[in-house]
């Protein structure tokens, strides 16, 4: 059952902080995003939730099977996590809620190299939770370069 917990409830938190960055942007994302000039490989607004329930899912399996490991860098790891964890709510505030893409822009890099550090850290011992990161860390590339499309054109 521990086990278990370890890692159901890392996803719940995962989609808990999902669900409250998008309170935040949901306004944004119906009034402002639109009017701004975007690359034509933004993908459909529809991609963005789906992206994100699985990005959110496998965070939390990540994170879930390092807590259920016997790692002594379980710690560590555990905290690189909640790291990367509040840039990725943060860049939600700053880019939508503040409508401000160069906070945004600052805020994604961190976030990047966060998400990197954490996912090269694990993957010596926890290769899966490295893994699990893959998607992420694929979909950043994607976001940041949107952030930097909009700050330069907007």
């Given at each position: 059952?521990?086990?278990?917990?370890?890692?159901?409830?890392?996803?719940?938190?995962?989609?808990?902080v999902r669900f409250?960055?998008?309170?935040?942007?949901?306004?944004?994302?119906?009034?402002?995003?639109?009017?701004?000039?975007?690359?034509?490989?933004?993908?459909?607004?529809?991609?963005?939730?789906?992206?994100?329930?699985?990005?959110?899912?496998?965070?939390?399996?990540?994170?879930?099977?390092?807590?259920?490991?016997?790692?002594?860098?379980?710690?560590?790891?555990?905290?690189?996590?909640?790291?990367?964890?509040?840039?990725?709510?943060?860049?939600?505030?700053?880019?939508?809620?503040?409508?401000?893409?160069?906070?945004?822009?600052?805020?994604?890099?961190?976030?990047?190299?966060?998400?990197?550090?954490?996912?090269?850290?694990?993957?010596?011992?926890?290769?899966?939770?490295?893994?699990?990161?893959?998607?992420?860390?694929l979909w950043l590339?994607?976001?940041?370069?949107?952030?930097?499309?909009?700050?330069?054109?907007?």
């Open positions: 059952m521990r086990k278990f917990l370890y890692i159901i409830l890392p996803i719940i938190i995962c989609f808990l409250t960055a998008s309170y935040f942007q949901s306004e944004s994302i119906q009034t402002w995003y639109p009017t701004l000039s975007k690359p034509e490989i933004t993908p459909p607004n529809i991609a963005f939730p789906i992206a994100w329930s699985i990005i959110y899912l496998c965070m939390g399996i990540s994170i879930g099977l390092i807590l259920n490991s016997k790692e002594k860098s379980k710690k560590n790891l555990t905290l690189l996590f909640v790291i990367q964890l509040f840039f990725n709510f943060t860049w939600s505030i700053s880019f939508f809620y503040l409508q401000n893409p160069l906070l945004g822009f600052i805020n994604i890099i961190l976030l990047d190299i966060a998400v990197l550090y954490y996912a090269f850290k694990c993957y010596p011992t926890q290769k899966m939770s490295g893994v699990l990161f893959v998607p992420y860390i590339i994607l976001a940041t370069y949107l952030n930097a499309y909009i700050l330069i054109y907007n």
